[in-house]
Each structure stands twice: as C-alpha cells, then as structure tokens.
C-alpha cells in the first residue's frame, strides 16, 4: 500500500460503510479516485468490510481463547485444521510460551465442553491446551484504528455511523428474526453492499432492509468493521499478550489498555490469564516500549506473557491465502 492506500484504508476502518464521497473528502482526494481505490483493495483483498452480529448483544454466542503447544513440526498442521473449525473466528502461529493462539465461540455448555475436552485435545499434535473465556470486552476491532488519520478527521467519519464502534455495549439483549439474519449473513461477505444489491439478495425490498439493518445497526445488534492485516499498513509486529492482574485492579488496567491505539482489542478472562489481547505495532522497538512503559506501568500487573505472531491462519473468520512453509 502506498499513502493514500492507507490513508483511505484507515478512513474504512473510521467509517466502514463510509460513502466514497466521504471518504474522498477525509482523504484529500477525488471522489473517482477514492472509488477506484476502495473497489481495488477490496478487490484485491487486502481490505473487507463486514458486517458482525455482536455475540454480547444478541446473546447468541459466547467466546474463548486457546492456547495451544505443539509437538515440534506440528504447529502449522494443527493450526490449519483448526482454523478449518466453523466456531473458530481467528487462529496465528505464534512464537514464545506456546504455538498457536485462536479465538473460538460456542453456543451453550455443553458446546464448550464438547470444544475444550474433546475436539481440542484430539487435534494432532496437540500437547497442551489452555482455556481462558471472555468475560468483558474493553476494546474489540471494531474500535481498532492506528494513526493513519488526524483526529478531528476520524472523530467527523465515526460521527457518520449508525452501529457503535467502542466497547462495552450496554447490556441489553436485542432480539432478531430469520429476515435479520439474512441481512446479517449477507453483510458479513460484503458490508458495502447497497440497499437494492442487498433487497435482491433477501428477497425483500429496499427499504425494508435498510430500515432494518440500520434498526439492527443502532441497537448495536449488527456492527460493521474493517479487516486488515496490520503489516498492510506498516505494522508488521502482531503479538497476542496474556496477562495476570490483581483482581481488584482489573477493570482500571483493562481500561487503559483499550485507549492504547495499538490495541486490536482486550478483554477480561476466566482461567490463568484474567486479561488478554492483540496489538498491532511498527517495530521490535515499539514492541519492547509497549511490554516496557504500558504493561509494566498497568496497575495490579502480577504477570505478563508475550508471544508474537509468525503467521495469520485465519482473521474475522476468513483464511489465509498464503501458507507458510513446514
């Protein structure tokens, strides 16, 4: 990507249903220049827009992190085969304490269990696996967004949304129809899609489903985001940190960590690790000056552990095109 691939990518990532008008104006560029850019990242796949049903607000889903360590010369192949899992949203190999990190919802108890001490130990070449689920979000990629765009610029393209871009949401549980998730599944391939392409597709006309997708976009129900891999636009240093903080300075430290602008996202979790989250950064400098100064100033930090990531298996529930070698 060049400047202005950024520039506008980080528009998308302010914006993601931005009009090209709009995102020509954030950008300083023409409207037919924004319009060819934005259809050739996406075309070329190195930006989706999507459309998410939030888990929190339907209450359809819940989510965990897993880690998992490998038998030397298995890491990959078992990373593969779970990315292949449909519950499976994210998956990277990863270097440090373990070998693979993946992000994985279920519907019930009796799912996870089925998940955690069944399907994951029966993975080939798995030696060790551990379990923390989400209890609180804090930050979640729909927030994400690096420097790429002065404030007052981000601050008028996230004034244009309809769906909330920050966490937490409130608590109440909004409730849809088979019509909603029609919608839903069909913004989740394309959420750029019009109003008449999407009518088509649901077999209904458009302006039912406009007033339903923004219905279910202002309850926080159906959440737009823009996905990236961050060494797209110069972050090449992706790592996944697990970390143990006193209880009672949980929330404060979850908190700061989520107005961090690296943070992909952060939540509070069950088992060993009580907070866990992904950053996105520009150098092993950044990096040590992240572990350095803001985890190491996080109050109550009792642990922290750090594993980068080698490869991205799967993001935002999409594989990889590319597998690296064995």
Sequence with gaps: MDDLDRRITGALLASPRATNAQIAEAVFTSEATASRRVARLIGEGA??????LDREAT???RSL???LRCRPGDANR????LASWPECGSVKLVTGSVDCIAEISYTSNDHLLAITLEQLPALDGVLAVWSNQVMRRFATPHSWLPEL??????EKLRAQRLDPWNDPLPDERVRIDPLDERIAAAMADDGRLGW?????????????????????????????????EPERIGLPVNAFVSLSVNPTQL???????????????IAATTGDRNLCGEV???SDRELYEFISATIGGLPGLQHADVAVALHSVKRAGRTSDLVPAV
């Design 47 to 52: 930006v989706r827009v999507i459309g998410v």
């Design 59 to 61: 209450g359809r889903e």
């Design 65 to 67: 992190f897993v880690r």
């Design 78 to 81: 078992s990373a593969q085969r």
């Design 149 to 154: 765009l002065p404030d007052v610029v981000v």
């Design 196 to 228: 008449q392409q999407l009518a088509e597709i649901c077999g209904v006309s458009p302006v039912t489903v406009r007033r339903r997708a923004e219905a279910m976009m202002s309850a926080g129900a159906l959440r737009m985001r823009t996905v990236v």
């Design 251 to 265: 929330g404060k430290a979850g908190e700061m960590l989520a107005e961090h602008p690296s943070m992909l996202m």
């Design 280 to 282: 996105a950064l520009a």
